[in-house]
C-alpha cells in the first residue's frame, strides 16, 4: 500500500471520478502461485524459508536440525550469502548445500539520497524480472541515534488502481515472494551496519498492496520478526492497507501485534469510491467495523493516513465528519495527514497551510491524536513508482 512517501506517486487518472466500476481491480481472485516459488535455478531458495521449513530442509537432506540455526545466523546477522563463507560448517556441507540450495540477493540497480541525507531511496532488480523500490528514513528523535526506518514494497506494481498513485497505473505484474519482501530489509541493513546503525522499523508502504498478498506478507513478517531472522518487534513492523476487509479481519485473528495502518483519504464514501476503487467493494462503514475489530483483538491503535488534496477533502466539516466517524466506531486512532505533493499529470493541488492546521486542530479537539506527516525525500523520487517510472524513462531516451 502505498504510504507517506510513496502516496503521490506518479500519473494517477487525472481527474477524480475517472475510474469507473468496470476498472475495478481482481482483488478476489488469487494469482497462482508462482512454481518456481521457494525454488530458484532449480534449488531450494533458502532465503525464502522460515525457521521451521529451514529445519525440516536440513532434515531432508539428511543433516541435523540444529543447522538450520546456524545458516539462518550467517544470512540475517552477518549478511552473508555464500556458503564457502559460512566457516563453522563443514567444508563437505559448504559443498552439499551449494550442490542444492542457493542464498540469493537482490541486485542494486539505483539508489538515490535527499540532500539532507536522512532519505535514501533504492531500486533493487528482482532476479525474475521486474524491479522494486524500498526507502530509508532517519527519525532520529523518535527512535533515537543510528536507528532506521525502512519502508517496503509487497507486489510489482497494484491492482488497487487508487487514482492518485503510479503503482495503480501500472496495474499488477505480480506478488513478490518471502525473500523477495525480506531482501530489502536485508539489503539496507548491509548498508547500514558499517555505521553502526540498525533497521528499528519496518512499514509495508511501499509499492502495492500487501494485504492483497497475505500469505508472502505474512511469512515474511515472522521472518523479519524472528530472533534467527531480523529479531525486530511485531510491535515496530506496520501494515498499511487501502481497506481489504476480510484480510484486516483475517489479520486481527492472527494473534500478533501487527502494527495496522489503513489509507483511508476521505470520510464520504461517493468520494473515496472515486479516489479508491476498492471503497466500492468495502465501503467505510465496512471498513472502520473491521478496524474497530482489529482494535478490539489486538488492543493496537490503528492508524489513519489522510493525505490533504486541496478543496477535495480538505474541510472542516470533513475534519469533524472524520473525528465522529472514528469516535462513534471506539477505535483508538492517530490520524496522519499527508500534505500533498505536486506529481506530473496528477491534477490536485496542496492544501494551503491554514487548511492543514485547521485540519488538524478540529481532528485533535475532538480527542484524537493527529499530526503532519513530516515530509521526506520529495528531492529523491521517494513517491513510490516514481524512482521505478524515472528509471523506465531514462532506459527508454
Ligand atoms: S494503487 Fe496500490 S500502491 Fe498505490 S496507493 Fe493504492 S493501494 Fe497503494
Known amino acids: 500500500m502505498a504510504g507517506p512517501l510513496f502516496f503521490q506517486s506518479g500519473a494517477g487518472c487525472p481527474i477524480i471520478g475517472a475510474v469507473s466500476k468496470t476498472s475495478l481491480p481482481p482483488l478476489f481472485k488469487r494469482l497462482p502461485r508462482n512454481p518456481q516459488e521457494r525454488v530458484l535455478d532449480g534449488k531450494r531458495n533458502l532465503k525464502d524459508l522460515t525457521h521451521s521449513e529451514m529445519e525440516e ?24 550469502h555464500e556458503f564457502e563463507e559460512m566457516t563453522d560448517l ?3 556441507l559448504r559443498a552439499k548445500l551449494a550442490d542444492c540450495a542457493v542464498v540469493p540477493t537482490l541486485q542494486l540497480r539505483r539508489v538515490s539520497e535527499s ?12 532476479p525474475q524480472g521486474g524491479e522494486v523500490e524500498s526507502v530509508q528514513m532517519r527519525y532520529p528523535d523518535e527512535m533515537g541515534a543510528g536507528r532506521v526506518a525502512v519502508c517496503i514494497s509487497s507486489q510489482v506494481g497494484c491492482a488497487m488502481g487508487c487514482n492518485f498513485c503510479a503503482s495503480g497505473v501500472m496495474g499488477l ?13 536485508t539489503r539496507i541493513q548491509k548498508d547500514l551496519t558499517p555505521q553502526g546503525e540498525r533497521v528499528a522499523n519496518v512499514v509495508f508502504m511501499g509499492l502495492g498492496e500487501p494485504l492483497h498478498n497475505y500469505d508472502e506478507v505474512l511469512r515474511a513478517v515472522r521472518i523479519l520478526n524472528s530472533p534467527d531472522g531480523l ?19 483475517q489479520l486481527s485473528n492472527e494473534g500478533i501485534p501487527l502494527r ?7 470520510v464520504r464514501d461517493d468520494l473515496r469510491s472515486q479516489m479508491m476503487p476498492v471503497n466500492r467493494r468495502w465501503n467505510l462503514e465496512s471498513l472502520m467495523s473491521a478496524c474497530a475489530e482489529y482494535y478490539q483483538k489486538t488492543k493496537r491503535r490503528v492508524t489513519f493516513e489522510y493525505i490533504l488534496l486541496s478543496g477535495v477533502n480538505d474541510s472542516r466539516e470533513e475534519a469533524e465528519e472524520l473525528a465522529e466517524l472514528l469516535n462513534r466506531h471506539e477505535i483508538h486512532s492517530l490520524v496522519n495527514l499527508i500534505p500533498w505533493n505536486p506529481v506530473d499529470g496528477v491534477p ?11 485540519f488538524q486542530t478540529t481532528v485533535a479537539k475532538s480527542g484524537i491524536k493527529c499530526t503532519v506527516r ?12 516514481q524512482l521505478r517510472l524515472r528509471d523506465l524513462k531514462e532506459r527508454q531516451v
Request: net charge positive.
Open 115 to 126: 540532500e539532507s541525507q536522512d532519505t535514501k531511496k533504492y531500486l533493487f532488480d528482482l
Open 173 to 185: 505484474k505480480r506478488h513478490l515472494s518471502t525473500w523477495e519482501i525480506v531482501e530489502q530489509v
Open 348 to 358: 490536485y493541488e496542496r492544501s494551503t497551510p491554514q487548511a492543514i492546521r485547521t
Open 374 to 385: 513530516q515530509e521526506k525525500g520529495a528531492d529523491i523520487d521517494a513517491a513510490c513508482g
Open 57 to 80: 530442509f536440513f532434515l531432508e537432506i539428511g543433516e541435523p536440525r540444529y543447522r538450520a540455526k546456524q545458516v539462518l545466523q550467517w544470512i540475517y546477522n552477518r549478511g552473508v
Open 231 to 249: 529479531g525486530i518487534g511485531m510491535r515496530h513492523l506496520t501494515i498499511s492497507t487501502s481497506g481489504l476487509v476480510p484480510q484486516i479481519q
Open 260 to 266: 495496522l495502518a489503513i489509507s483511508l483519504h476521505a
Open 90 to 92: 563443514s567444508k563437505k
